[in-house]
């Protein structure tokens, strides 16, 4: 029989690690796990703060693979993210634990599970000349040329979403295919496919958003006092990041340092991280409701109820859901 992986997923502050940690606490010593970080932003050295990151005694009690792995002037890619979540993955069986990743960054988690088309490597030249373009014309302007090029990326990429919208060009020019196409040659193989494995996968997911804003807006409270300012001011002082790099433009880092860069108050700062936050939610939520084959689980739940079904999911019996 394949061998399980267990993917956690939710949207930001659905209480994603705290449920992964209790598993590691009660499947423990009989299943050791292997925690498996798939967020964007945790990836990156500096930015602990603002991503939620686990704490060092957290991390220490509950390590996590693939967090704190790149500096932030280093871009990391989806790509990237499934070679490293492989390589995670077959050394955590052959160690005989159960992998478990856990993030809300659905852009790794689809490209865990399907596979990734081959793409070109990026071409800075390009890009820089991309974002110049962008910069008089305006991103809009370029979504509008991609729209005739691939109307199929085009309508799934937004137009102020400037990394995916430079991608999908940057694609069309180095290799005159549009990025639509190259989705439907998928080279590589699903997960399942690829590391003979068998994917289970459960998401935190509550029916009261009201729930879910609270919660955000709790969790940024607490970041804004714990020095969220502090730490991207360290980050804006060093000359080799700007906000053209995925790291400064991750949610809560962007909002932060063009405060810092005088666009507007302390009071309309966190404003915008509020609203960036909740519509980062609403993003992951979207994502959720078309995914196949996925537990859905209340956040409401009690952590023993949480645990209880996930092993339920590991082990072939129905959840409780209770």
Request: hydrophobic share 45%; net charge neutral.
């Amino acid at each position: 029989m394949a061998l399980p992986v267990l993917m956690v997923l939710g949207p930001t502050a659905s209480g994603k690690t705290q449920l992964a940690e209790a598993l590691v606490d009660a499947l423990h010593p009989q299943q050791p796990l292997r925690l498996i970080s798939m967020d964007s932003a945790l990836v990156y050295r500096g930015m602990d703060i603002g991503t939620a990151k686990p704490s060092r005694e957290e991390l220490a009690r509950y390590p996590h693979a693939l967090i704190d792995i790149r500096d932030p002037s280093e871009p990391y890619s989806a790509a990237d993210f499934v070679r490293d979540a492989d390589l995670e993955v077959r050394q955590a069986h052959a160690a005989g634990e159960l992998p478990l990743l856990v993030g809300g960054t659905m852009l790794y988690a689809k490209a865990f599970r399907d596979g990734l088309a081959d793409l070109p490597t990026a071409d800075q030249a390009i890009r820089e000349r991309l974002r110049q373009e962008a910069e008089v014309q305006g991103w809009p302007a370029l979504h509008a040329r991609l729209a005739a090029a691939d109307p199929v990326a085009a309508e799934k990429i937004e137009p102020q979403n400037s990394q995916r919208l430079q991608r999908a060009l940057e694609v069309l020019e180095l290799t005159g295919k549009p990025l639509s196409w190259w989705w439907q040659q998928q080279s590589q193989q699903s997960a399942a496919a690829r590391l003979g494995v068998r994917l289970e996968q459960v998401a935190i997911v509550p029916s009261d958003r009201r729930l879910l804003h609270q919660r955000i807006q709790l969790r940024l409270d607490q970041m804004l006092a714990q020095g969220l300012l502090a730490e991207v001011t360290q980050l804006h002082q060093r000359d080799d990041l700007s906000l053209q790099l995925p790291s400064i433009r991750a949610v809560g880092y962007r909002q932060v340092w063009e405060h810092l860069d005088g666009q507007y108050d302390s009071k309309e700062m966190r404003e915008r991280l509020l609203a960036a936050t909740r519509q980062l939610a609403k993003r992951q939520l979207t994502w959720l409701r078309g995914w196949p084959d996925l537990l859905t689980l209340e956040p409401a739940l009690t952590p023993q109820a949480l645990q209880a079904n996930v092993q339920a999911v590991l082990h072939g019996t129905q959840p409780s859901l209770g």
